[in-house]
């Protein structure tokens, strides 16, 4: 069982920056991809970005060159780095972890984190 721990959400003005963390803890396997997904009212919840333990990244395009997804290993710690921020943007921040073990993925998910963008 993997405990996902996430901190940095609040209340920032546009244009302005704020940064995600997520550390896992409670399994002896390190996750194979990590990553951020939010979730607007009214709204479905949708990938923002991975990074697989090897270092590769994603971003869904509306995020692209503004958020910088990043992962210290060592600690099992996942950041999302959040630059010029836009109200759409504004929503409930979830971590995800996943871990392969052997033909098995266990998904694990953080609690959230409100992210909220004024205008």
């Known amino acids: 069982q993997v405990h996902l721990e996430e901190a940095g959400g609040g209340l920032v003005q546009a244009g302005g920056s704020l940064r995600l963390s997520c550390a896992a803890s409670g399994s002896t396997f390190s996750p194979n991809i990590m990553g951020w997904y939010r979730q607007a009212p009214g709204k479905q919840r949708e990938l923002v970005a991975t990074i697989y333990s090897g270092g590769r990244t994603n971003y869904t395009d509306s995020v692209k060159g503004r958020f910088t997804i990043s992962r210290d290993n060592t600690k099992n710690t996942v950041y999302l780095q959040m630059n010029s921020l836009k109200p759409e943007d504004t929503a409930v921040y979830y971590c995800?972890?996943?871990?392969?073990?052997?033909?098995?993925?266990?998904?694990?998910w953080g609690q959230g984190t409100q992210v909220t963008v004024s205008s």
């Open positions: 995800h972890a996943l871990v392969i073990i052997l033909t098995h993925n266990y998904n694990y």
